[in-house]
Nanobody, 127 residues
Framework: EVQLVESGGGLVQPGGSLRLSCAAS????????MCWVRQAPGKGREWIAG????????YYADSVKGRFTISRDNAKNTLYLQLNSLKTEDTAMYYC????????????????????WGQGTQVTVSS
């Protein structure tokens, strides 16, 4: 059974940092592109970052480029998202997601290409 479990969210002041983690199990983690997606209150899900199966290639939405960093440790079956220079508009539930096929490349932002999602971790940026 595929499982994705996010952690690391919390309340942080503007300009602060957080590191999110996503523990994966039930599939060959190193074979799949992974991504992070967020959903702000009252809005749809937004793809924000993707990483190739071996971690060689990374892609970002313009809204987070230069502030967030996606990475993975395939030996630990864990995906990460480092959030720096946080803004109030970054407040959202953050989810990790697994590509539905090994052929999905990391730059794909179409959420239909991801078939498993975690339960999410809440990030709130507020003073």
């Amino acid at each position: 059974e595929v499982q994705l479990v996010e952690s690391g969210g919390g309340l942080v002041q503007p300009g602060g940092s957080l590191r999110l983690s996503c523990a994966a199990s039930g599939f060959i983690f190193s074979s799949y592109t992974m991504c992070w997606v967020r959903q702000a209150p009252g809005k749809g899900r937004e793809w924000i970052a993707g990483i190739s199966s071996l971690g060689i290639s990374t892609y970002y939405a313009d809204s987070v480029k230069g502030r967030f960093t996606i990475s993975r440790d395939n030996a630990k079956n864990t995906l990460y998202l480092q959030l720096n220079s946080l803004k109030t508009e970054d407040t959202a539930m953050y989810y990790c997601a697994k590509a539905q096929r090994t052929t999905v490349v990391a730059g794909i932002s179409d959420l239909k290409e991801y078939n498993y999602w975690g339960q999410g971790t809440q990030v709130t940026v507020s003073s």
